[in-house]
Protein backbone atom coordinates (compact mmCIF):
# COMPACT_ATOMS: atom_id res chain seq x y z
CA UNK A 1 0.00 0.00 0.00
CA UNK A 2 2.52 2.66 0.79
CA UNK A 3 4.23 1.95 -2.25
CA UNK A 4 1.66 2.57 -4.40
CA UNK A 5 0.35 5.91 -2.85
CA UNK A 6 4.01 7.12 -2.02
CA UNK A 7 5.42 6.12 -6.33
CA UNK A 8 2.21 8.51 -7.77
CA UNK A 9 3.04 11.16 -5.08
CA UNK A 10 6.80 11.42 -5.78
CA UNK A 11 5.60 11.67 -9.58
CA UNK A 12 3.43 14.68 -8.78
CA UNK A 13 5.88 16.29 -6.95
CA UNK A 14 8.40 15.80 -9.48
CA UNK A 15 5.76 17.41 -11.75
CA UNK A 16 4.94 20.35 -10.03
CA UNK A 17 8.68 21.57 -9.43
CA UNK A 18 8.93 23.23 -12.77
CA UNK A 19 5.39 25.45 -11.54
CA UNK A 20 7.46 25.82 -8.14
CA UNK A 21 9.98 27.00 -9.99
CA UNK A 22 8.33 29.73 -12.04
CA UNK A 23 7.02 31.02 -8.32
CA UNK A 24 10.27 32.27 -7.65
CA UNK A 25 11.46 36.00 -8.46
CA UNK A 26 13.59 35.93 -11.25
CA UNK A 27 17.69 36.70 -10.55
CA UNK A 28 18.69 40.02 -9.92
CA UNK A 29 21.39 42.01 -11.37
CA UNK A 30 23.97 43.39 -9.26
CA UNK A 31 23.95 46.62 -7.29
CA UNK A 32 25.43 49.40 -8.73
CA UNK A 33 28.62 48.89 -6.91
CA UNK A 34 30.06 53.12 -7.89
CA UNK A 35 28.32 56.25 -8.23
CA UNK A 36 28.91 59.50 -9.64
CA UNK A 37 26.56 62.92 -9.22
CA UNK A 38 27.19 64.91 -12.47
CA UNK A 39 27.75 68.64 -11.91
CA UNK A 40 27.40 71.46 -14.73
CA UNK A 41 29.27 74.19 -14.95
CA UNK A 42 27.54 76.13 -12.42
CA UNK A 43 28.32 73.62 -10.09
CA UNK A 44 24.58 72.29 -10.29
CA UNK A 45 23.69 69.03 -9.70
CA UNK A 46 22.00 67.73 -13.33
CA UNK A 47 22.34 63.59 -13.10
CA UNK A 48 23.66 60.65 -11.77
CA UNK A 49 26.08 57.58 -13.27
CA UNK A 50 25.95 54.21 -11.99
CA UNK A 51 28.81 51.84 -12.48
CA UNK A 52 28.08 48.35 -12.24
CA UNK A 53 30.68 45.48 -12.36
CA UNK A 54 30.01 42.72 -14.52
CA UNK A 55 32.01 39.27 -14.84
CA UNK A 56 34.33 40.48 -17.78
CA UNK A 57 33.63 44.43 -17.80
CA UNK A 58 31.88 47.38 -16.91
CA UNK A 59 27.99 48.49 -17.23
CA UNK A 60 27.76 51.91 -17.16
CA UNK A 61 24.40 53.71 -16.36
CA UNK A 62 23.79 57.63 -17.07
CA UNK A 63 20.42 59.82 -16.26
CA UNK A 64 21.47 63.43 -16.88
CA UNK A 65 19.12 66.64 -17.59
CA UNK A 66 19.56 70.35 -18.30
CA UNK A 67 22.08 69.66 -21.17
CA UNK A 68 21.98 70.67 -24.79
CA UNK A 69 19.85 68.55 -27.61
CA UNK A 70 22.58 66.92 -29.85
CA UNK A 71 25.55 64.34 -29.84
CA UNK A 72 27.92 64.35 -26.97
CA UNK A 73 31.09 62.27 -26.01
CA UNK A 74 31.45 60.60 -22.31
CA UNK A 75 34.60 59.51 -21.19
CA UNK A 76 36.38 58.36 -17.77
CA UNK A 77 38.99 60.90 -17.22
CA UNK A 78 42.03 60.20 -15.57
CA UNK A 79 41.71 61.98 -12.08
CA UNK A 80 38.33 61.98 -10.08
CA UNK A 81 38.06 65.69 -9.57
CA UNK A 82 35.60 68.00 -10.15
CA UNK A 83 35.91 70.98 -7.85
CA UNK A 84 36.98 73.32 -10.93
CA UNK A 85 33.57 73.63 -12.47
CA UNK A 86 34.41 77.46 -13.47
CA UNK A 87 37.40 76.03 -15.34
CA UNK A 88 35.70 73.32 -17.28
CA UNK A 89 36.89 70.90 -14.80
CA UNK A 90 40.46 70.61 -15.89
CA UNK A 91 41.33 68.91 -12.48
CA UNK A 92 40.26 65.77 -14.11
CA UNK A 93 43.05 65.50 -16.34
CA UNK A 94 42.90 63.93 -19.60
CA UNK A 95 41.16 60.77 -20.74
CA UNK A 96 41.89 57.84 -18.58
CA UNK A 97 44.49 55.46 -20.34
CA UNK A 98 46.67 53.12 -20.20
CA UNK A 99 50.42 53.56 -21.21
CA UNK A 100 50.86 53.51 -25.13
CA UNK A 101 46.76 53.25 -25.78
CA UNK A 102 45.68 56.18 -28.24
CA UNK A 103 42.19 57.90 -28.74
CA UNK A 104 39.36 56.74 -30.59
CA UNK A 105 37.91 53.37 -31.43
CA UNK A 106 39.41 53.84 -34.80
CA UNK A 107 43.11 54.70 -33.65
CA UNK A 108 45.67 51.64 -34.02
CA UNK A 109 46.14 51.68 -30.75
CA UNK A 110 43.04 52.76 -29.29
CA UNK A 111 40.96 53.20 -27.63
CA UNK A 112 41.56 54.41 -24.16
CA UNK A 113 40.39 52.68 -21.07
CA UNK A 114 37.93 55.49 -20.22
CA UNK A 115 36.54 56.08 -24.34
CA UNK A 116 32.82 55.69 -24.68
CA UNK A 117 30.57 55.53 -27.17
CA UNK A 118 28.73 58.87 -27.92
CA UNK A 119 24.91 59.84 -26.90
CA UNK A 120 22.21 61.23 -27.74
CA UNK A 121 20.33 64.17 -25.60
CA UNK A 122 16.47 64.82 -26.46
CA UNK A 123 15.22 68.27 -27.30
CA UNK A 124 14.07 68.47 -23.73
CA UNK A 125 17.59 68.26 -22.25
CA UNK A 126 17.53 64.91 -20.52
CA UNK A 127 19.49 61.65 -21.67
CA UNK A 128 19.29 58.37 -20.13
CA UNK A 129 21.57 55.69 -21.67
CA UNK A 130 23.75 52.44 -20.91
CA UNK A 131 27.10 51.74 -22.18
CA UNK A 132 29.43 48.22 -21.42
CA UNK A 133 32.82 48.33 -21.52
CA UNK A 134 35.37 45.13 -21.37
CA UNK A 135 38.51 47.93 -21.30
CA UNK A 136 37.98 49.47 -18.10
CA UNK A 137 38.66 47.13 -14.55
CA UNK A 138 37.00 48.08 -11.12
CA UNK A 139 40.77 48.51 -10.39
CA UNK A 140 41.10 51.08 -12.92
CA UNK A 141 38.63 52.81 -11.00
CA UNK A 142 39.84 53.06 -7.74
CA UNK A 143 43.65 53.93 -8.28
CA UNK A 144 45.24 56.31 -5.87
CA UNK A 145 43.61 59.56 -7.22
CA UNK A 146 40.55 58.26 -8.51
CA UNK A 147 38.59 58.66 -11.55
CA UNK A 148 35.88 61.21 -12.93
CA UNK A 149 33.13 60.75 -15.82
CA UNK A 150 33.12 63.50 -18.47
CA UNK A 151 30.10 64.67 -20.48
CA UNK A 152 31.62 66.95 -23.17
CA UNK A 153 30.15 69.41 -25.67
CA UNK A 154 30.21 67.96 -29.35
CA UNK A 155 30.56 64.35 -30.23
CA UNK A 156 33.68 62.41 -30.59
CA UNK A 157 35.38 61.97 -33.80
CA UNK A 158 36.96 57.98 -32.16
CA UNK A 159 39.94 59.80 -33.87
CA UNK A 160 41.89 62.63 -33.06
CA UNK A 161 44.38 62.85 -30.42
CA UNK A 162 44.21 63.02 -28.04
CA UNK A 163 40.41 63.74 -27.17
CA UNK A 164 38.47 62.89 -29.91
CA UNK A 165 37.66 66.54 -30.62
CA UNK A 166 34.86 66.56 -28.19
CA UNK A 167 34.93 70.38 -27.40
CA UNK A 168 34.40 71.64 -23.92
CA UNK A 169 33.63 69.73 -20.69
CA UNK A 170 30.23 70.07 -19.93
CA UNK A 171 29.80 68.01 -16.83
CA UNK A 172 31.76 65.87 -14.49
CA UNK A 173 31.20 63.39 -11.75
CA UNK A 174 33.56 61.79 -9.65
CA UNK A 175 33.28 57.84 -9.18
CA UNK A 176 33.32 56.74 -5.55
CA UNK A 177 32.40 53.03 -4.62
CA UNK A 178 28.93 52.97 -2.71
CA UNK A 179 27.78 51.13 0.74
Known amino acids: MIKTVALPLAAMML ?3 PALAQDAAPPQAPKPG ?3 TLQNADGRNIGMVKVTAAPKGLVVSVDATNLPSGWHAFHFHQVGNCDDHMDHFKKSGSHAAREGEEHGFYAANGPHLGDFANFYVGSDGSAK ?3 YSQNVTEADLLDADGTAVMIHADP ?9 AAGDRLACGVIAKTE
Not at 156 to 164: K, T
Request: overall charge negative; aromatic content about 16%.
Open 34 to 36: YNA
Open 15 to 17: LAM
Open 129 to 131: FEQ
Open 156 to 164: DDYISQPSG
